[in-house]
């Protein structure tokens, strides 16, 4: 795991919340790995890990998640009120996030497909993971990983499920 500069990227950022406290490595196993080790430390919400590349990115149901050089890797520590009810919402809302920025910058039609994967011309090209820690009943905290599928060349997906 090796760590970029983050300083001159968060200078260019309009965040409030989410995003405030920033790690940028170059590669490591899964970004939720790294969001979790730094929430269990005390990584305050919004606490966001981006990495280049992923050697053991994951998605639902512990599908591989292919995260090649170039791709769009990030995990969110969340920790609603402890009146939270966590539910499949999270990622939810994370892959409706993801639909509306690619909109937004690309102007193309992406869509959610239940509960979780962002697709375009009916290929998947994003999705969302939530994975949360637990005392007893009580939420400490969730991550979200948010990965998506550019910068390199779709023939490297071929075989992926």
């Known amino acids: 795991m090796s760590l970029i500069e983050s300083d001159s990227l968060l200078s260019k ?17 899964s970004t939720n790995d790294i969001a979790a080790q730094m929430a269990n430390a005390g990584a305050p919400h919004g606490f966001t890990v981006f990495a280049e590349k992923q050697t053991q990115g994951r998605g639902r ?3 591989t998640w292919f995260s090649p ?15 939270f009810e966590p ?8 892959a409706l996030a993801m639909v509306q920025a690619i909109s937004a ?3 193309i039609k992406t869509s959610v497909r239940w ?10 090209l994003a ?13 400490e905290y969730a991550i ?18």
């Open 87 to 94: 539910s499949e919402g999270i990622q939810l809302i994370g």
């Open 69 to 83: 050089e170039g791709g769009i890797r990030a995990s969110v520590v969340l920790r609603p009120p402890r009146s």
């Open 115 to 124: 509960p979780n994967d962002v697709m375009f011309n009916n290929r998947k």
């Open 105 to 107: 910058l690309h102007k």
């Open 127 to 139: 999705g969302a993971l939530v994975e949360a820690r637990f005392t007893g009943n009580l939420l």
């Open 13 to 29: 950022l309009r965040i409030s919340k989410i995003g405030q406290s920033l790690l940028i490595l170059e590669e490591c196993t």
């Open 61 to 63: 149901h512990d599908r």
């Open 144 to 161: 979200l990983g948010l990965g998506v599928n550019v910068n390199f060349p779709s023939s490297l997906l071929t075989g992926v499920a």
